[in-house]
Nanobody
Framework: QVQLTASGGGSVQAGGSLRLSCASS????????VGWFRQAPGKEREGVAG????????YYADSVKGRFTISRDSAKNMVYLQMNELKPEDTAMYYC????????????????WGQGTQVTVSS
């Protein structure tokens, strides 16, 4: 079983930065694909960034490319999402999730989810 805890959200002004953290208590976490997703009020959940196990290749939604960076510290069972140049449209609840594989850089197959952390960006 993989349990995930997301943290690091907050309120910032446009152009600011935040770093989200995803911690796991499962010893197999380092072998999982991990993704960050977000859901704004009235909108569907969308994938933001993903990172493979092992070689840690990454992929991103077009809306965050060049601004967000996902990384992992396997020794600490942590995955991070560094968010720079934040925009009001980045406001959402952010979730980390894990999957057995990244399925070719898609947003499918994520069966383990954390509780979410709120990010609010004001203009």
């Amino acid at each position: 079983q993989v349990q995930l805890t997301a943290s690091g959200g907050g309120s910032v002004q446009a152009g600011g930065s935040l770093r989200l953290s995803c911690a796991s208590s499962g010893y197999r976490f380092r072998s999982f694909c991990v993704g960050w997703f977000r859901q704004a009020p009235g909108k569907e959940r969308e994938g933001v960034a993903g990172i493979y196990a092992g070689v840690a290749n990454t992929y991103y939604a077009d809306s965050v490319k060049g601004r967000f960076t996902i990384s992992r510290d396997s020794a600490k069972n942590m995955v991070y999402l560094q968010m720079n140049e934040l925009k009001p449209e980045d406001t959402a609840m952010y979730y980390c999730a894990a999957a057995g594989t990244c399925y070719g850089g898609s947003w499918l197959g994520f069966g383990y989810w954390g509780q979410g952390t709120q990010v609010t960006v004001s203009s």
